[in-house]
């Protein structure tokens, strides 16, 4: 029975599709606050699946069944290929540029997937981590200006192969209970302000901007202490 009940975290990875079909549907509607609201909840899913996995020890009790492919397909619908898909469909951007951005994010988001070395020691992602649904979540929010847009996607695309490390909320353990205290902070958030079609209050846009530049920077000041210490010792 314990057996049967462990293989339920696959479907709950696979559910993850489902929030991603209609995150699709809301795009191509132009239904935003619905489109980033099934993304948030696949993003939950994401969060939540891999511990779990590691936990049962799935690949132990299922080996012919790859949790980590699913959660690869899954991934890139949600963080990469839908978020390009409503900055296309979005006319955020005039013709041909949206679509041009749009490209630029599928393919640099789709090698990035691709690399094995993504991930370093300390289970810290390598480059930035083609979270493209937050980086569209807040384009769309703060209506950032079409050219400074434009600059921020394609330095983001360019940091995905920068030797730059970015904190994976749940397993870097440096600063982890911060870390996901600071996740439920941010999706807390993010709902209220979905929830409220995209409409957000001083205090709303605060602290997405804290916690945003906490998720941003934070790697990277780990990674210069551990460089620190190493060329100290």
Request: charged share 15%.
């Amino acid at each position: 029975m314990r057996q049967k009940l462990a293989f339920l975290i696959h479907f709950l990875t696979a559910s993850g599709g489902c929030f991603a079909l209609l995150a699709t549907i809301s795009a191509a509607n132009r239904q935003w606050s619905d489109m980033f609201l099934w993304l948030i909840a696949a993003q939950v899913v994401d969060s939540v699946d891999g511990p779990l996995a590691r936990h049962f020890e799935l690949k132990k009790r299922f080996p012919s069944w790859d949790g980590s492919s699913l959660d690869f397909v899954i991934d890139y619908a949600t963080y990469v290929f839908i978020p390009a898909f409503a900055l296309a469909h979005s006319n955020y951007f005039p013709e041909p540029y949206g679509y041009l951005l749009a490209f630029v994010i599928v393919l640099t988001g789709g090698l990035y997937f691709a690399d094995d070395s993504m991930k370093t020691e300390s289970n810290a992602f390598l480059g930035f981590p083609a979270v493209w649904n937050c980086v569209i979540f807040y384009l769309f929010l703060f209506e950032v200006p079409v050219g400074l847009g434009g600059v921020v996607i394609l330095i983001l695309a360019a940091a995905q192969f920068f030797p730059l490390d970015f904190v994976h909320p749940v397993r870097v353990r440096k600063l982890r209970w911060i870390s996901i205290a600071l996740t439920f902070v941010w999706l807390i958030i993010s709902a209220r302000v979905i929830l409220a079609d995209m409409q957000a209050t001083s205090f709303d846009k605060i602290v997405l901007v804290l916690t945003g530049a906490y998720f941003f920077f934070i790697g990277m000041v780990l990674q210069f202490m551990r460089k620190k210490q190493a060329n100290a010792s």
